[in-house]
């Protein structure tokens, strides 16, 4: 099993993990009212998803 031989400072332990972070999310526009939206999601603001009413719209 290894082991390491000596401690990895946090500046070394940080530069290995700098390729790691996420990235902002993909938005989309909604085909019904044209607010912003996630894909794959129903619209908050219309709450339409796929051409179909899924919930009732926000007031």
Known sequence: ????????????RDKRRTHQKTGAPSVGTCPECGEAK??????????????????????
């Not at 290894?2 to 990895?8: N, R, Y």
């Not at 999601?41 to 719209?57: K, L, S």
């Open 1 to 12: 099993m290894a082991v390491p031989k000596h401690k990895v400072s946090k500046s070394r």
């Open 38 to 59: 996630l894909p794959h999601f129903a619209c908050p603001e219309c709450g339409v998803y796929r051409g179909r009413n899924i919930t009732e719209a926000s007031e």
